[in-house]
């Protein structure tokens, strides 16, 4: 989903920093999307080096005017909440909620300062429904729809938009990392459902939201898929 937005952000006419704890994929990445892209590797739960997020930020891609929250995941989920493992379950929080909350804290200050900018999180419907089997990554979901309602909240008086995008099931790597790369486990998901959304979906939807003129914010989006076959 990320390289999806990535392209989209860049086929718009935007500078993007890449931002990932793989290195070799980022610079890759980079390599592909050409002089609008540059790569910072940084794992989201490494709390001093986010601090420094700002700084590892070149000046030609400065100032961050747009922050997409996308980093997250799944590992050893799909288990009732008792028979997986209690480490698995924290780390899961660790990446999609408290990782996002460092990320937001670190670029947010220059925001503010500007007076403009765009904060887009990525939720999830598991935000919103129970899902059966899914505790550890709901609740992460849920704390960050209400992170993202409470910073727009706090930011009402400013220039600064803050989007929360909440999709359904998605094609991404994150059913195959769940599995910890199990590819039968990960066929096996997907063939349950009728449809699954693409990355693209959902690029798209968060281009359409940053599209809007200035003072008008998408304060949330629910995007789903249709089961029409």
């Known amino acids: 989903m990320g390289c999806a937005i990535a392209k989209a952000l860049v086929a718009a006419g935007h500078k993007v920093v890449l ?21 910072v590797a940084l794992d989201i739960t490494d709390t001093a080096k986010v601090a420094a997020l700002p700084d590892l930020v070149p000046a030609a891609f400065r100032p961050v005017d747009i922050l997409i929250n996308n980093a997250g995941h799944d590992i050893g989920g799909r288990k009732r909440f ?3 493992s209690a480490d698995d379950w924290a780390q899961i929080v660790e990446t999609n909620l408290v990782g996002l909350m460092r990320v937001t804290r670190a670029v947010l200050p220059d925001m503010v300062r500007r007076n403009t900018g765009d904060i887009v999180t990525m939720s999830s419907i598991n935000a919103l429904r129970i899902v059966p089997d899914m505790a550890p990554y709901s609740a992460s979901k849920a704390g960050v729809h209400m992170l993202t309602e409470t910073i727009r909240g706090e930011l009402a008086e400013t220039g600064i938009r803050v989007t929360e995008i909440n999709p359904g099931l998605t094609r991404t790597g994150i059913i195959l990392a769940r599995y910890r790369g199990d590819r039968a486990q990960e066929k096996a998901y997907y063939d349950q459902f009728k449809l699954a959304m693409e990355p693209e979906d959902v690029a798209r939807t968060i281009m359409f939201a940053l599209a809007q003129p ?4 998408i304060a949330q989006v629910v995007i789903l898929p249709i089961n029409r076959y």
Request: hydrophobic share 35%; aromatic share 0%; no cysteine.
């Open 214 to 217: 200035r003072h008008l914010q």
């Open 19 to 39: 931002v990932d704890r793989d290195d070799a994929k980022l610079k890759a990445l980079a390599a592909e999307l050409g002089a609008s892209t540059t790569p």
């Open 82 to 84: 008792d028979q997986g």
